[in-house]
């Protein structure tokens, strides 16, 4: 087994699923020095083949079962399609496996519950693939918020569209919601009171394509959410509004993907004015903060590779993956419900 720079023994890490997001997972791997990446599993042989060459040293292999037998390896990445998730993980675990899987980690409550148990009661990591809480942007938005710089959250608007890739398995709240859901509940820190969510499927298949989310957290704040797989252009935008500040993210943006505007409204106690209180507009500077380099999956990577070695518990662990699974399967109730309100415990 390798070491890293600081000499400690590099962690022996198998990848399950090489589709769409695996090779980038394989990527990075190969790219960390606190990882050795020993095997790549995948039951299409088309996906083997495409992965030859692609993966250094590592074996490719077609049965998760022969990676989970293999005692040099020590944690696996699951990045299969959704249904999977929650079988793969709880065997991973059951061999004493840490894990690192794709979002959203289960598609049912009570299977993510089933996994954070599981990882609690095996002392291993679990830790949900929430790629953008490890990108500088929301790390910089979260910043702002912890420093008081926006002030009191009054709302929080997020649209997440494009054209495809429209899934089999999962409708498009299940595929694209769970990013800025993840990105909203790091922010906050909390589950919302309740939400209330529309959905229409286009394709004959009963998946919806085009869903609408409003969350509410109570005290006058709420947090509403857009995913589309039918829009002609993409957009992946998001608005945070405070009493001080509001910050724009938008994510396609390379070079200033996060703008702060001292823009807004003051309110203040008035008598001339017909209810007591006088709003005045308020137009100041824009500025937006630099931001360091880096790719945020290699950040997720050395997160959870760091966490192995250390002990110490994700930024995105089973718990906070569970609170998206809670949020979407209230919201898939929702839609079938014509969109009716669903409170949350």
């Avoid at 190969?30 to 020993?38: F, Q, R, T």
């Avoid at 049912?108 to 519950?113: E, G, I, Y």
């Avoid at 429209?166 to 498009?172: A, T």
């Avoid at 002990?311 to 906070?320: I, N, W």
Wanted: charged share 20%; glycine share 10%.
């Amino acid at each position: 087994m390798t070491s890293d720079g600081s000499g400690r023994k590099a962690v022996g890490v198998a990848v399950i699923g090489c589709g769409y997001w695996g090779p980038n997972l394989i990527r990075n791997f190969l790219g960390c020095d606190a990882a050795s990446l020993l095997a790549v599993c995948d039951q299409d042989p088309r996906q083997r083949a495409r992965m030859a060459g692609r993966c250094g040293a590592a074996r490719l292999v077609e049965r998760a079962e022969e990676v989970l037998a293999d005692p040099r390896v020590e944690a696996v990445a699951i990045a299969t399609p959704v249904h999977t998730h929650a079988r793969l993980a709880l065997a991973a675990l059951e061999a004493g496996k840490h894990v690192l899987v794709e979002k959203p980690m289960a598609d049912n409550v009570a299977d993510a519950q089933r996994m954070v148990q599981a990882a609690a009661d095996r002392g291993r990591t679990l830790m949900v693939d929430h790629v953008f809480l490890y990108s500088p942007a929301v790390r910089k938005i979260k910043e702002l918020i912890d420093g008081d710089v926006l002030g009191e959250i009054y709302y929080i608007d997020s649209v997440r569209i494009n054209l495809g890739l429209i899934q089999q398995d999962v409708n498009v709240l299940w595929d694209l919601a769970p990013h800025d859901l993840s990105i909203v509940d790091h922010l906050l820190g909390r589950l919302p009171l309740s939400l209330a969510a529309t959905g229409a499927a286009h394709t004959g298949s009963g998946l919806e394509d085009v869903a609408h989310l409003s969350l509410d957290y109570g005290g006058n704040l709420i947090a509403t959410f857009h995913v589309n797989w039918l829009s002609p252009v993409k957009l992946r935008h998001m608005i945070v509004g405070g009493r001080k500040k509001s910050v724009v993210y938008n994510d396609l943006d390379g070079m200033e993907p996060i703008k702060v505007y001292d823009r807004g409204i003051d309110v203040v106690s008035s008598p001339q004015a017909k209810h007591g209180l006088l709003v005045s507009y308020r137009s100041g500077d824009v500025w937006s903060p630099c931001l360091p380099p880096g790719e945020p999956l290699g950040n997720v990577v050395r997160h959870f590779l760091d966490c192995i070695r250390d002990g110490r518990s994700p930024l995105s662990d089973g718990t906070s993956g569970l609170r998206i699974v809670r949020i979407l399967e209230a919201a898939q109730q929702s839609i079938k419900a014509q969109g009716s309100r669903i409170a949350l415990s």
